[in-house]
């Protein structure tokens, strides 16, 4: 069937739309014209004067022209819309990759002291079996070994809306406290209210004691030294 055979006036719109999508619109505008139900939105691909497909939005609305039913017709170009998405997918699946497969801490956190989200290596670094185990501690009262610590950082997240390289002792699952350090940022409501923070963390536990081990040796052969002369 010819695009020509069409009602009008969708027969001349399939001259624009891009030969592999007309069968689909065939349909969809056969359907409209026999006042069946049909999509009144939709992706299709539509054609450049030199050939080229592009993505187009395509919207249908029923009018009256001079006392008779009519159909308005609004094809529009979503070529950079399609363009943004893509590289905004790209950019979710690179983070996505860099969210499970980063050896640092990656959490969100209430005010309250709950955890929101948190990556594998976070998960692991605090001894839990599982992000729904995670979900169990209350940062407030099983988080640190200082209490006071939490409300440190609280006040310099009240102060400045963040901290950088923020050094401090965590406890994991089974009370085994870690050596962290830690850069977040606030996390606010409309109201610009602190509502939580986001932020990545390290765990620092085993450079600490090889540096303190370091320390211990160059003390011990330092007496041997001195002790020599």
Known sequence: RRSSDLPLPYGPILNFIAEGE??????????????????????????????MAFPVDVSVAAIEYFGSEAQIVVIKDISEQKKISTELRKSEERYRHLFEEIDDGIFISSKEGRTIVANPALVKMLGYDSFEDLLTRDIEK???QDGNERRRFQDLMERDGYVRRFETIWLKKDGTPINVVESSNAVRDEHGHIIGYEGIVR???????????????????KGLFDGAH
């Open 203 to 221: 765990d620092r536990t085993e450079r600490i004691k090889a540096e303190q081990a370091l320390r211990e040796s160059e003390r011990y052969y």
């Open 142 to 144: 099983e988080g640190y």
């Open 22 to 51: 007309r069968a689909k619109l065939k349909e969809i505008f056969n359907l409209r014209a026999e006042g069946k139900e049909a999509p009144k939105n939709y992706e299709t691909y539509a054609l450049r004067s030199d050939g």
